[in-house]
């Protein structure tokens, strides 16, 4: 090979001019308008690679392109590139700042208070994905503009403007729900029945006022220190009727059967035949005249019935003159 040869492949293959110089690249991202030559393939000479051929998606959006478009831009420019087969592909992503969904209602929920609608209010898209991209390199901050406020029906639209400040380069109208929103302390992990709930035990949800249904707790003090009477899913309102006091004398377990009023006290043995927290009304078996009696939970193995007619104060411990068996 002379000499004059030998610069001028050297120079091809600086340019990408020579053949098989030009490779296809795994995949591109653009920041503008424009896909260049150069965001498809590698190889190519300075003046090739800057020169533009599509115009770019949308920010936060794609573009693939098969091996029979690839060919047609290769041989249209000049690009010596020859696809391998048909499964040569090249996706082209915008490059994008998203603005999300929850910026857009925080944005929304201000403005109804800024409106007058109250600090409780807060917002449902009638589209809830909706996301918004802008092109990189800006602010992914949005204002509210045009707000129509229907307080009585709960309906609300306005335009949604991005960035906040600056250029407008994006315009959305938006509608939805403004609804008041109550807090409800629910269950962080799944317990088991008759499982203690400790502090530790709650996490809070929000949820519009008018769809908690009747019985749903609202107050974390009905929970703290009582137990579950069923499994109850995490993270879902919990019911009155789902939680009692814990349970201190159990369904089959041997208790004390105390009757006592002013002139005598009387005990007896019996099995419960349910169970009962403190203060509850359970059903007891005596075991000696196999009589089902009610009675209420005073205590761990220890129930009290009252006599016909008189009230029973509360007990700690048995007392009195007079032990015969309750019959």
Request: charged share 20%; proline share 5%.
């Amino acid at each position: 090979m002379t000499r004059f040869a030998a610069l001028m492949l050297a120079a091809a293959l600086l340019t990408g001019t020579a053949a098989g110089a030009a490779t296809l690249k795994s995949g591109a991202s653009v920041m503008d308008g424009q896909i260049l030559l150069g965001d498809l393939f590698d190889g190519l000479s300075p003046e090739q690679a800057v020169h533009p051929i599509l115009t770019a998606p949308e920010p936060g959006r794609r573009v693939s392109l098969d091996a029979p478009a690839l060919q047609r831009i290769a041989s249209t420019n000049g690009v010596d590139w020859r696809a391998a087969g048909g499964a040569d592909r090249i996706t082209i992503e915008r490059a994008s700042v998203q603005v999300t969904s929850d910026a857009i209602v925080a944005s929304l929920r201000q403005a109804l208070r800024e409106a007058g609608a109250g600090d409780g209010v807060d917002v449902l898209l009638d589209n809830r994905t909706l996301s918004l991209f802008l092109p990189a390199g800006n602010d992914a901050s949005v204002r509210v503009e045009n707000l129509a406020y229907d307080a009585q029906r709960g309906r609300l639209s306005a335009e949604i403007v991005a960035p906040a400040t600056g250029q407008e380069l994006l315009r959305q109208p938006v509608g939805g729900r403004a609804v008041h929103m109550v807090e409800l302390p629910v269950l962080a992990r799944r317990l088991n029945t008759g499982e203690v709930i400790a502090d530790a035990d709650i996490t809070y949800i929000r949820q519009p006022r008018d769809r908690v249904q009747a019985g749903a707790v609202t107050d974390v003090s009905e929970m703290i220190g009582k137990t579950v009477r069923r499994a109850v899913a995490p993270n879902q309102a919990v019911y009155v009727r789902d939680v009692r006091e814990p349970v201190v004398v159990a369904k089959g377990q041997a208790v004390t059967i105390l009757l006592q009023s002013k002139a005598m006290t009387l005990t007896a043995s019996g099995k419960a035949l349910s169970d009962g927290a403190q203060g509850e009304l359970v059903r007891i078996v005596n075991t000696s005249s196999s009589r089902v009696i009610e009675a209420v939970v005073a205590g761990p193995n220890l129930v009290t019935v009252n006599p016909a007619g008189q009230g029973i104060a509360p007990v700690s411990h048995v007392s009195g003159t007079s032990k015969k068996a309750a019959r």
